[in-house]
């Protein structure tokens, strides 16, 4: 798909238009017309379609979506920027979108120049108006489900690795505790020694960016490894293209990354970096006899 700029936005208003007013097919937009606002009709067309704003109906022929229907009704030119800007990011998930998070000026200084364009000509790019921050907080909690999809993938895809680990070093599959509830402070629940009944309670932290990456433990999770049930950290360090490492870690040894409460502050989570832990990162065949 070509990028998104004011003139590809406006190609595909026009568009909207036309199939509103008259019954077309895809073959008819882009052999009939060529080009829209000086863009090849076929690249106006895809566009519409990656922002599901026409559909077909029974007898073949396109028609404007609900989503269409949203843009075309937005109070005036700046309303329908905006809204495409939003269709576009959440369901084209674009590069710049990530940096949605860190506000406004981050989006411009990295979005690619179409994208900026349509910013400033929504008159998005200064100012605190409601209609402004409503924009910018839509978009910061598309870029947040999408961050947090992300994180979620990766942790659960730890999660797996420490089932496989898990089930070559007890010769039983461990139960997944998270997919029923993240409220019990541990992912999985193991057994201590093969063949015994004792059981081993572990929480698992991922990471795709390797001995560079982090982990976040919550209070409740902390809590739980401190209760004085058998309990273990792994940390998994997941580069893309890489064999994984595995990093097998007692509570004893994150201790002194723990923050304590003090007066009346307490804390709810801490962000421990896998660095310090290098020498524990190991193969997870090398990792099971630990």
Not at 43 to 51: A, D, F, G, Y
Not at 56 to 77: C, K, N, P, T
Not at 260 to 267: A, H, N, P
Request: glycine share 10%; aromatic share 6%; charged share 20%.
């Amino acid at each position: 798909m070509s990028g998104l700029s004011p003139g590809s936005a406006q190609a595909a208003f026009e568009l909207l238009r036309l199939i509103g007013s008259q019954g077309l097919t895809g073959s008819a937009v882009i052999e009939g017309l060529r080009r829209i606002g000086g863009i090849a009709a076929a690249q106006v067309l895809e566009l519409t379609q990656t922002l599901n704003w026409i559909a077909l109906d029974d007898e073949g022929l396109l028609v404007v979506s609900s989503s269409g229907m949203r843009v075309l009704s937005a109070s005036d030119y700046e309303g329908m920027l905006a809204q495409t800007l939003l269709d576009y990011a959440e369901l084209v998930s674009p590069p710049w979108l990530q940096n949605a998070t860190s506000g406004r000026a981050r989006v411009i200084a990295f979005a690619e120049v179409g994208v900026k364009q349509m910013i400033v000509e929504g008159g998005l790019a200064e100012g605190t108006d409601e209609r402004m921050v409503l924009f910018w907080d839509r978009l910061q909690a598309l870029a947040r489900g999408r961050r947090n999809d992300r994180l979620l993938a990766i942790g659960r895809g730890g999660e797996r690795l420490s089932i496989a680990h898990e089930t070559v070093r007890t010769g039983r599959q461990p139960r997944w505790v998270a997919i029923d509830s993240n409220e019990d402070g541990f992912d999985l629940l193991s057994v201590t020694v093969p063949g015994e009944p004792g059981l081993l309670a572990i929480e698992v932290k991922a990471s795709t960016l390797g001995l560079r990456g982090q982990a976040h433990i919550s209070r409740n999770e902390w809590e739980t490894a401190m209760s004085g049930i058998a309990h273990l950290f792994h940390f998994w360090a997941l580069p893309p293209g890489t064999t994984p490492k595995l990093a097998v870690i007692e509570a004893r040894d994150l201790k002194s990354h723990v923050p304590e409460d003090r007066g009346e502050g307490t804390w709810e989570g801490v962000t421990i970096p896998f660095a310090p832990f290098e020498e524990f990162f190991a193969d997870p065949l090398a990792a099971c006899a630990l």
